[in-house]
């Protein structure tokens, strides 16, 4: 019984997680959102695969037409775009950064209420368990006290009707 109602909780837990996390995406605004779509998007193998296809593309374009090329060898438009590129990604990537950031933080301070909780419970077992076995010692001792008075009286009661009384053994 006790389980069930562990697991119904943990399963309500979970839902308002989840429920809170739509609700905080929703209620993002277009720079958050923005600035997530670009880090997962450069984060990403298939940008850097793409990326180094169009450079590769674009050095090779402009050192096999020479020097009549739109950017002809040493390549400054395309040092200019490189440069605007990581003018522009590097600030929105550490918007995003940051606010993952905060995020953690939140998710940290929640789990350390949780482990704080879960140690004051487990510490309370431990002296629950601790008072149990005192308990249990105790009434173990009496058992014992008691069955070593019940052997005494019966050694009293066999040492007065003397050995006649109890024939010794095979």
């Known amino acids: ?7 119904e909780k943990s399963l309500l837990r979970a839902a308002i997680a989840r429920a809170k996390r739509r609700r905080r995406a929703r209620q993002l605004g277009l720079g958050p959102r923005l600035s997530d779509l670009v880090a997962a998007t450069v984060g990403s193998w298939r940008f850097v695969v793409l990326q180094s296809l169009l450079l590769s593309a674009w050095l090779v374009g402009n050192s096999w037409i020479g020097p009549g090329a739109w950017d002809p060898y040493p390549f400054i438009l395309l040092n200019l775009l490189l440069s605007f590129q990581a003018a522009y990604t590097a600030p929105i990537i550490m918007m995003s950064q940051n606010r993952q950031g905060r995020i953690d933080r939140h998710r940290a301070f929640a789990d350390y209420r949780v482990n704080i909780r879960a140690e004051a419970a487990i510490a309370l077992l431990h002296e629950k368990m601790d008072l149990l076995r005192e308990q249990q010692l105790r009434e173990m001792t009496a058992m014992l006290h008691e ?24």
């Open 1 to 7: 019984m006790v389980a069930h109602t562990a697991v």
């Open 147 to 170: 069955t070593l008075e019940r052997l005494a009286v019966l050694e009293a009661a066999r040492q007065i009707s003397g050995p006649a009384a109890n024939p010794p053994g095979p």
